[in-house]
């Protein structure tokens, strides 16, 4: 079921989406899985399958969800070699390179800056 269009909610983030695309990016980055899926794609690890392996607990709608949810922001994009059985690979974009930079920077910032327990 889809978010409702006039809930005060919705209404706020519309808002807010239009003041400042910094919540566009947060809001994306913030998803679940969606920085270490780009993360591991930064650390070679490009097959749907070895993803999978890497995130414990994600299941395969949920990755390939993600995955198109990458594609459509242009920060992955995919391989498809013509091989039996057929393999697909899929690498960061030149602004998923960027956004990958800028994630390790706000881990440092974090590091340095925010308290852990």
Request: charged residues 25%; hydrophobic residues 40%.
């Amino acid at each position: 079921m889809g978010k409702k269009v006039n809930s005060s909610n919705q209404i706020n983030q519309q808002l807010l989406e239009e003041r400042c695309v910094l919540n566009k990016v947060l809001q994306l980055a913030g998803k679940r899985w969606l920085a270490e899926i780009i993360l591991l794609l930064e650390d070679g690890v490009n097959r749907f399958s070895h993803l999978k392996v890497n995130l414990k607990g994600i299941s395969d709608h949920v990755l390939s969800r993600n995955i198109n949810a990458l594609m459509s922001a242009g920060l992955i994009t995919k391989t498809i070699y013509q091989e039996v059985p057929l393999k697909v690979e899929y690498h960061l974009s030149e602004s998923g390179k960027k956004l990958v930079g800028l994630l390790h920077d706000l881990c440092k910032w974090g590091k340095e800056n925010i308290e852990t327990e």
